[in-house]
């Protein structure tokens, strides 16, 4: 079976800041590893995605992800944030076969101010 | 670029009715989900469905659920008979074959 724990339940951050979302992952097989956006009164957006080769994924509104296997992490980056990322984001994993539950971490509500 | 659709956005409900959520997934994708979200607390799965049948569910996914795919368009969820707590915000996912799955925007089913 696998979890998904994502360490900040909140992240405060200044416009133009730069931030890093933490998830870790416990799986005995392996995973692919996603980060989806949750906005306001929406529903969920995939921001990235690791299936299998570089560690290092770029995904939409300039975020990027790495993949430490040795650590079983997959946090989430981005150099300057702006407000309108103001959102929910949460971590996933799924066994790598097509058609499989997703495993969510209970999100980080990122807020930016300026 | 083609999204996945839910109606109704929000459904009331007494406890103890029956609700069909419903959803368009994108056309050419083969794999259906449904999750919940309530309120505060994590996406959590429920069911997927591939070639007419369920492929996975999760221990929610009693027998007080049910899917279906009554058409070539659209994915349904039943409740038979609610309860207070399936007050939930429901999201229904599809995907081709590959891994990721997209999400609609939801129902907010409020259970009194």
């Known amino acids: 079976a696998q979890s998904v724990t994502q360490l900040d339940s909140q992240v405060p951050v200044f416009e133009e800041a730069p931030v890093e979302l933490r998830c870790n992952y416990s799986s005995s097989v392996s995973v692919y590893l996603f980060w989806y956006v949750q906005y306001p009164n929406q529903g969920l957006q995939l921001l990235l995605k690791y299936l299998s080769g570089s560690t290092l994924v770029k995904g939409i509104n300039g975020f990027e992800a790495e993949f430490n296997k040795s650590q079983t992490s997959f946090h989430l980056r981005k150099p300057s944030v702006h407000i309108s990322d103001t959102a929910e984001y949460f971590c996933a994993v799924s066994p790598p076969q097509a058609g499989t539950a997703l495993i969510f971490g209970k999100g980080t509500t990122l807020s930016v101010s300026s | 670029e083609p999204e996945v659709t839910q109606t109704p956005s929000h459904q009331v409900t007494q406890m103890g009715q029956e609700v069909i959520l419903r959803c368009v997934p994108i056309s050419n994708h083969l794999y259906f989900y449904w999750y919940r979200q309530i309120l505060g607390q994590k996406v959590e799965f429920l069911v997927s469905?591939?070639?007419?049948?369920?492929?996975?569910k999760s221990e929610i996914f009693d027998d007080q659920f049910s899917v279906e795919r009554p058409d070539g368009s659209n994915f349904t969820l039943k409740i038979r008979s609610t309860k207070l707590e399936d007050s939930a915000m429901y999201f229904c996912?599809?995907?081709?074959?590959?891994?990721?799955?997209?999400f609609g925007p939801g129902t907010r089913l409020t259970v009194t």
């Open positions: 996912a599809s995907s081709e074959r590959a891994p990721e799955q997209y």
């Open positions: 469905f591939y070639n007419n049948e369920i492929s996975e």
